[in-house]
């Protein structure tokens, strides 16, 4: 499956964003979809996870009450909503599709190519 993120930006502390990821090449609706980030100079976290099979959600306690994941399958898209944003919420982030809804990278096959994120002070 191929992803394409999206909608990342520059906004001022306390802004909202939402970002996309479209998907083409399999059935959307089979994969488990992340949301990873990266900050400069870190590892790639976890941020966001979706359940193919009962659309269930699961948040770093980092984002928990601030970001929704959510997903239109019908439109083969995923979807993350980012309100009250942070500065240390500025980072790369990657959408990514895999067999279960985890937090570790390496249950996920297929990685979108990124969009930066940054928050002002």
């Known amino acids: 499956v191929q992803l394409q993120a999206s909608g990342g930006g520059l906004v001022q502390a306390g802004g909202s964003l939402r970002l996309s990821c479209a998907a083409s090449g399999r059935t959307f609706s089979n994969y488990a979809m992340g949301w990873f980030r990266q900050a400069r100079r870190k590892e790639r976290e976890f941020v966001a996870t979706?359940?193919?099979?009962?659309?269930?959600?699961y948040y770093a306690d980092s984002v928990k009450g601030r970001f929704t994941i959510s997903r239109d399958n019908a439109k083969n898209t995923l979807y993350l909503q980012m309100n009250n944003l942070k500065p240390e919420d500025t980072a790369v982030y990657y959408c990514a599709a895999g067999p279960i809804p985890i937090v570790s990278t390496t249950a996920y096959d297929y990685w979108g190519q990124g969009t930066q994120v940054t928050v002002s002070s």
């Open positions: 979706s359940s193919a099979k009962t659309g269930s959600t």
